[in-house]
DNA sequence: CGTATTTCTTAACTTAAGTGAACGAGTTGT
DNA sequence: ACAACTCGTTCACTTAAGTTAAGAAATACG
């Protein structure tokens, strides 16, 4: 489990033992099982989470309706908007699955920058990249139609088409569960 | 204008009268026409942007077709996918007014952030901090229709609606310049 | 100036997504 | 084993966006 954290941050930094033990020493992991709700809309926490199996989900409640904006797999990593401002939360996150992550707080994250300045330049590495994916996912999303973006993501993360529930699904590609029944027998049909 | 870029820092880190002109001696700003091709779709490019006055437009061009994805205006700062890895540019950026704005390559990153650690924690900040927010743009991109999307730009950033012209303000909305025309025809409509 | 070009709007028609309802398959709980 | 529920699909209908085309308004330019 350990060597799967320290497989990720190897790429980024090289890590004495020292250092391993000074993370391990802050007990991050937790195993979470399916359907468990990490955060709700309305709490304020100041956890970090980074996915280590399974899988996690992030979704608003608008007028009733889950509209599901995200999901989080194996080394990904995830700060609620709300643990950066302080500020209750706006959306929920939940377990799709039975996960294994770690969860980390800002303190934890000081103590450690201000002991090993590495991690600092490993975090903002880290940050780049995921900002420069972020705005490519964007982008993608924004000059695709819905099919489009359904045949993207059949490209991208095949596996999460089977890991997560269609309607769940239906609403990461902002769309409702009927019209993505309905475009996927689309599909089908073109292809013969 | 030097100051506008120094009052931008110092919401992060405090900077010494050294530091400044270590920044200044960079010479980094530069003064664009309207029009300017800042990067165009192929080309490799290492260099960073930093608006200190004026709008500058990333585009893609997809069958023929522009699609506008983002607009940077006043302290708003792009790093392009391509620099950060080297590839051929998939997009293009030019100036949709008179811009006044910094250019800055990894390599002066580099020196500076050896020279003076605090860069490296305002950049680890401010990456954090684009990365909430754009997280924040696209779940709020995702959950919402064209005509509430149009409707919270009006909210969230009015001038910019002035600023720029219609069919560029529809792409960046994911629709067409004539089902905004239409959208905003229905929005005055219902107000009446 | 006046002409050319770009930009915005309007309209008629097509296509695809939203809505509400119904149904069957699979799951959960008792 | 049965009832209750969830989930995915399908259908008929509504609504909104895409498409094509035309014309008005604004802008650029010789």
Redesign the interface.
């Known amino acids: 489990m350990h060597n799967i954290l320290f497989d990720f941050i190897s790429k980024y930094i090289s890590l004495t033992e020292g250092e391993k033990s000074a993370i391990l020493s802050l007990d991050l992991f937790r195993s979470v099982e399916k359907g468990t709700i990490l955060l709700k809309e309305g709490q304020k926490s100041q956890d970090d989470y980074f996915v280590l199996k399974g899988c996690i989900r ?1 979704y ?1 409640i ?1 007028n009733g309706e889950e ?1 599901t ?2 999901f989080f797999t194996e080394m990904e990593g995830l ?1 609620p ?1 709300c643990v ?2 302080n500020t209750p939360s706006e ?1 929920f996150i939940s377990c799709v699955e039975d996960t294994i992550l770690t969860v980390a707080n800002p303190d934890m994250g000081v103590e450690i920058n201000t002991k090993f ?1 590495k991690f ?2 490993m ?2 590495m880290l ?6 994916k ?6 993608e ?3 695709s139609s819905p099919e489009q973006r359904y045949l993207n993501l059949l490209q991208s993360r095949p596996e999460l088409i089977q890991r997560v529930p269609q309607h769940q699904l239906a ?2 590609l ?1 769309i409702k569960p009927q019209s993505l029944s309905r475009l996927r027998a689309r599909i089908l049909e073109k292809k013969s």
Chains 1, 2 share one sequence.
Do not use: N, V, W
């Not at 940050?127 to 420069?132: C, Q, T, V, Y």
């Not at 972020?134 to 982008?139: A, H, T």
């Open positions: 992030k608003y608008i509209k904006t995200a700060t908007y950066k401002y959306y300045p600092e330049i975090c903002r940050s780049e990249e995921l900002l420069a972020q705005r490519m996912d964007f982008d999303f924004k000059t609403s990461y902002g």
